[in-house]
């Protein structure tokens, strides 16, 4: 397990990683947002995993351990905020929709960091406006703590495509359905399969930004036809696979 670092002052900067590179996890004293120009950017803290495309920016708030990850070549825009300013008082990290006006505020806003003009004040106090009355989007997927929880959820994420029951991998994992089932209420605040279509849609999140096709894409992550991922993938990020392909 790296060693969780403290990196006192969040950047406000632009940093490239890699396919699969990651950056171990660290926390700061002051609040950050987190914005992938390219490719998919996932945060994990103890809580869970937060996902975010080019369309979604991920809020960290200060005191939060979080570890980054790159699906796809990751152009990363990070925007550091002092604890004092905080323009959305949450506890926990958040995904925040982007439009194209905060898109450009956060780029612009980075690209002028350590600048002394004054217009910068004036775009970030823009900027700020933008953040705090950006939609809310729950793209989170939790992590579970319960050891029987734990291992049924790691048999999904080894394989998204996995068709069984929750009664047949409770089986393998040695719990009853129905203790899975509340437990997946109680600790992920979901049904078994509000979960597994998650998990499926962020794989696929992932495996787009690699560049895989999107109809392989479709049975990697265990849909029966492309035409029913994609209904589902419009309806979860508003836009057709196809089409976040071509975003990024």
Known sequence: MPEVRHIPRAPVRTRTLRVGESIDPHWHDDHHLVYAGAGVVAVTTDAGTWFAPGTRAIWVPAGCVHAHRAHGALELHFVGLPV??????LAGPT???VGPLLRELIIEYVRGAGDERPELDRLRAVLFDQVRVAPRQEVQLPAPH?????AVCDLLRADPADPRSLAALGREVGAAERTLSRLFRRELGMTFPQWRTRLRLYTALQVLADGVPVTAVAHRCGWASTS???D???????????SHVRRD
Do not use: N, Q, Y
Not at 84 to 89: I, Q
Not at 146 to 150: A, G, K, Q
């Open 95 to 97: 995904v925040l929709s």
């Open 228 to 230: 029913a991922f994609i």
């Open 146 to 150: 319960d050891p029987r929880l734990r």
């Open 232 to 242: 589902v993938f419009r309806r979860a990020f508003g836009h057709t696979p196809g």
């Open 84 to 89: 004092a300013e905080d323009p959305l008082g």
